[in-house]
């Protein structure tokens, strides 16, 4: 089985710290990817990446940054956290080229920024 | 506004009860997924359509691809507590896009009563 694990399924920081946040997948997937989740938005893409040391901005890129140095490793980094960053993190991964496009989740993080 | 809109975002219903879930956009998908999401969990794909006009079931959830691949529905017979959950659509936009990436709806809430 598919397994992703995220380093944390709580935290709680203050506004301003620097945040990381860790996502592994066991499976030699290719495609990494950073959702934050918020009720009623659905998962929203903040970065991904398709091969070690490549990153892409998603839709809502700003504030966050990423690293990718190991295939099976994918970081979210909160530069300086603020209260609007308080949500649900998902890291999800997949193949390259799969036609079903299927991705495979992690548990989640949920960060609150007081 | 999101790319893929989902309705209802919330359903409260009796065990026993039929629903259906539908997921539209002005978009054309190439192909579309469900995923269902449980408390303190990631998302779990249950299926991926991909010809327009599909159908596929899976035990008591019947999934149906619109005609012109611009909407998708999740239809459930007889719900039963083991339903709740939310419900996420999440569609492709191209056979196939750099990181493979898919846009979600914005999720259905289900909650099943005994």
């Known amino acids: 089985d598919v397994k992703v694990t995220q380093s944390s399924r709580y935290l709680v920081k203050r506004t301003g710290e620097k945040v990381f946040l860790e996502c592994v997948q066991d499976m030699d997937h290719e495609n990494m990817f950073w959702y934050r989740q918020d009720p009623g938005l659905g998962l929203r893409l903040i970065y991904f990446s398709y091969d070690v040391k490549m990153k892409e901005k998603g839709d809502i890129p700003e504030g966050y940054s990423v690293s990718r140095e190991k295939k099976e490793r994918f970081s979210l980094i909160l530069e300086s956290a603020s209260t609007n960053q308080t949500s649900m993190y998902l890291c999800?991964?997949?193949?390259?080229?799969?036609?079903?496009?299927?991705?495979?989740f992690g548990p989640g993080t949920r960060l609150t920024v007081t | 506004t999101q790319l893929l809109e989902q309705s209802p975002q919330f359903l409260s219903i009796q065990e026993g009860e039929n629903l259906t879930v539908y997921c539209n956009s002005s978009?054309?998908?190439?192909?579309l997924q469900w995923y269902r999401q449980e408390p303190g969990e990631g998302p779990v794909l249950l299926v991926t359509?991909?010809?327009?006009?599909e159908v596929k079931k899976l035990k008591r959830l019947t999934f149906q691809f619109g005609d012109a691949r611009k909407d998708s529905s999740l239809h459930i017979t007889a719900a039963q507590p083991g339903d709740t959950g939310l419900y996420l659509c999440a569609g492709a936009m191209s056979l196939y896009n750099a990181g493979n990436m898919l846009t979600f709806g914005g999720g259905t809430r289900l909650m099943v009563k005994p």
């Open positions: 978009s054309v998908f190439s192909s």
């Open positions: 999800a991964s997949s193949f390259v080229g799969a036609s079903s496009y299927e991705q495979y």
């Open positions: 359509v991909v010809t327009g006009g």
